[in-house]
């Protein structure tokens, strides 16, 4: 059974730390990966997407992929309160968006 | 502005009833999908629709059916045979269902009760 697997959390960082997220998969044919933030009681957010790997920035947000680990992971530098949510790791397996399989979200905390 | 509309926010179904979710979208996104989220687990694919008058399940489309009879609409009716319905739908649409364009856009949910 393919697998999207994400700590659970709740991982708790001090304001203006670096919060760093993690995530595997277990399909080695798996092509695109997103990473959504989902504030309590509301929906998802797509807020970065990687295809290749190496790293991508966006502000103050950066994805890193590693397929021959099977991870991606996702840095927030400089973290504030309005990032505490939860974090899902989504993997799309295939080159068709009906083979997306989402992990079951991080927990973040950023303290004052 | 362009989003994913969905409604109600909030519905109570009694045993043995059907109730419909709404969703409508006006991004011109040709891919449609539901979700169903239970607390503590990732989202679940329901059903999907790539194109108008086609749709496919997903890995729990029993006791869910829906329809794609225009472009920007993919109603989910949550029949009695779900026995256990309680959860929070999500609608997603994406340009197309091929890669490279970059992930889905959600519309608000709806959460559903069994009373």
């Known amino acids: 059974q393919k697998e999207v697997e994400q700590n659970s959390g709740p991982l708790s960082v001090p304001e203006g730390a670096i919060a760093s997220l993690n995530c595997t998969y277990s399909d080695r044919g798996s092509q695109s990966f997103f990473w959504y933030r989902q504030y309590s009681g509301k929906s998802p957010e797509l807020i970065m997407f990687i295809y290749s790997n190496g790293d991508k920035e966006d502000g103050r947000f950066t994805a890193q992929l590693n397929k021959a680990s099977q991870y991606v992971s996702l840095l927030i530098r400089d973290s504030q309160p309005s990032d505490s949510a939860t974090y899902l790791c989504?993997?799309?397996?295939?080159?068709?968006?009906?083979?997306?399989?989402f992990g079951p979200g991080t927990s973040l905390s950023v303290i004052p | 502005d362009g989003g994913i509309t969905q409604s109600p926010k909030y519905l109570f179904r009694k045993e043995g009833q059907n109730v419909t979710l709404s969703c409508e979208q006006n991004?011109?996104?040709?891919?449609m999908y539901w979700y169903r989220q239970d607390p503590g687990q990732g989202l679940r694919l329901i059903y999907y629709?790539?194109?108008?008058?086609?749709?496919q399940k997903g890995d729990i489309a029993e006791g869910y059916s829906v329809s794609r009879e225009k472009k920007e609409s993919f109603p989910l009716t949550v029949t009695s045979a779900q026995k256990n319905p309680t959860a929070f739908y999500l609608c997603?649409?994406?340009?197309?269902?091929?890669?490279?364009?970059?992930?889905?856009?959600f519309g608000s949910g709806t959460r559903l009760t069994v009373v």
């Open positions: 997603a649409s994406s340009i197309s269902a091929t890669r490279g364009d970059g992930g889905y856009t």
């Open positions: 991004l011109n996104h040709d891919a």
């Open positions: 989504a993997v799309n397996i295939g080159t068709s968006y009906d083979k997306v399989i």
């Open positions: 629709s790539q194109i108008v008058n086609d749709f």
